[in-house]
């Protein structure tokens, strides 16, 4: 049996998804997903 691949995320969101007068004018979502062999240099990236 092939063992499964591990795999990392880091999802962000920004803004408001209300509609008021008083809410931002976005919304935006992002992801980011890698293999655990590349989780170090990754997690520096996120660092930065």
């Given amino acids: 049996m092939t063992p499964r ?6 999802i962000d969101e920004a803004g408001q998804r209300s509609n008021s ?9 992002s ?6 062999e590349w989780d170090a240099h990754a997690r520096a990236l996120l660092r930065t």
């Fill in 31 to 36: 992801a980011v997903a890698w293999t655990a």
């Fill in 5 to 10: 691949l591990k795999i990392h995320a880091f």
């Fill in 21 to 29: 007068p008083v809410s931002s004018d976005h919304f935006t979502m």
